[in-house]
């Protein structure tokens, strides 16, 4: 795993981190904490926009943070600082402790099972996640106005710019408990996107498109996305409302990445415990139609969610949560684990690289054959609103997209409301394209939802 050192950017270097942990769990034990976990952090990075090629800014960053938790029995304290300084540490985790001190018991408090932590080997786990990006803000900015002239080469339509931006950040931790475990490491995501405006006056329609990865070296070219960013612009010209009615629905690859994080957070730890989720109390359930399986991978080389150990410092394991549409496994930190009666899956901070995938799909089920499968209905490429309900699984957004007659696209849609049951949406779902996008670390293609009522004029 590569060590983080000052000629990569940072201020601090991984020793200097590790000293400082030791020492922050010296200090607790020395004031009486019977357990403590600590992180320290630093990142940095730079950011540019311009809009219609003139520049609207740059931005540098660096911030460093040290976090630490302690417990006096069962009773719970954490205290955070930006300082680094000897007297300021100290302050931190004294802090940490007066807090503990006068907080109730929690019988769930403390830190992971020892047998649930990440050995040092594991720890150790190269990922390949540090990529460093030399960008000065001179080149930066070339990209992103080579970017945003390509959205405006694209078609005389284009009228205007939200603008484009280039983004390069690094960062590295160390973190440490009292029960032994060490482990850290350095990471990157590096990001070109656009935001192109088709049309004049009332007719105007805007979208955008990005490229993110961990190395510079495999974004897409500047010219890629601003193209790509124009022809989606121009696709919504001309867009009409629909009649209200009951039809199927195909979710566009990077909204069904929303789709499954909305998932996730129906069977994690937190909103099954307080009994807050429509799939409480679904483990060996179906909540997915009986094609589709959903596998996690935390060790995939440069994933955008790929973790040797969780934020706790357990250790992630690859698996398969959902085995033709049943719930595996759930997503659990040790605190919601406990609560639940269970055993810590390593999701304190979230799930890691998950893959939908199904039984049905073949290499040929691209958009045009999933078009061609939603014969009549709504083709969904943009979700607007906050819309589900995760105590009854109530989903309700609004929606732009095309819509399909006959399996090809007949016109653009804008201002309608789509509406159905997410558990009934993904039980009921009909095929799943071929065409996989990865977005937050969640890997799928376009998904073809039986039916749903689609509110229009």
Known sequence: MTTATTAQGFAYTREQFQALVDDVLQHARALGASEAAVEVSEGCGLSVSVRKGSLEHVERNRDKSLGVTLYVGQRRGNASSSDFSREAVEQTVRAAYDIARFTAEDPMAGLPEADDLATPQEAARDLDLFHPWALDADTAVDIARRCEAAAFATDGQITNSEGAGVSAQQSHFWAGNSRGFRGGYASSRHSISVAPIAGRGAGMQRDAWYSSM????????????????????????????????????????????????SLVQAISGGALYRKA???????????????????????????????????????TTKRRVIDRGVVRGYFLSSYSARKLGMRTTGHAGGSQNLRLSS??????????????????????????????????GDYSRGAAGFW???GRIAHPVHEVTIAGNLRTMLSEAAALGADEYTGGGKTTGSLLVARMTVAGS
């Open 214 to 261: 961990r190395d510079a070296a495999e974004l897409a070219s500047p010219e890629a996305v601003g193209r790509y960013a124009a022809e989606r612009a121009l696709s919504r010209l001309r867009s009409r409302k629909v009649q209200t009615c009951e039809v199927p629905v195909l979710f566009e690859s990077p909204l069904v990445a929303g789709l499954l994080g």
């Open 404 to 406: 399909v007659e006959h």
């Open 359 to 392: 039984r049905l799909t073949r290499p040929t089920d691209d958009l045009d054959a999933m078009i061609r499968k939603l014969d009549r209905g709504l083709f969904v490429t943009e979700l607007m609103g906050q819309g589900l309900n995760l105590v009854t």
């Open 277 to 315: 989720s429509f799939l409480v109390d679904s483990l060996g359930q179906s909540v997915m139609a009986p094609h589709l399986d959903l596998d996690e991978d935390p060790h995939q080389p440069k994933g955008k969610a790929s973790a040797p150990f969780d934020d706790e410092g357990v250790r």
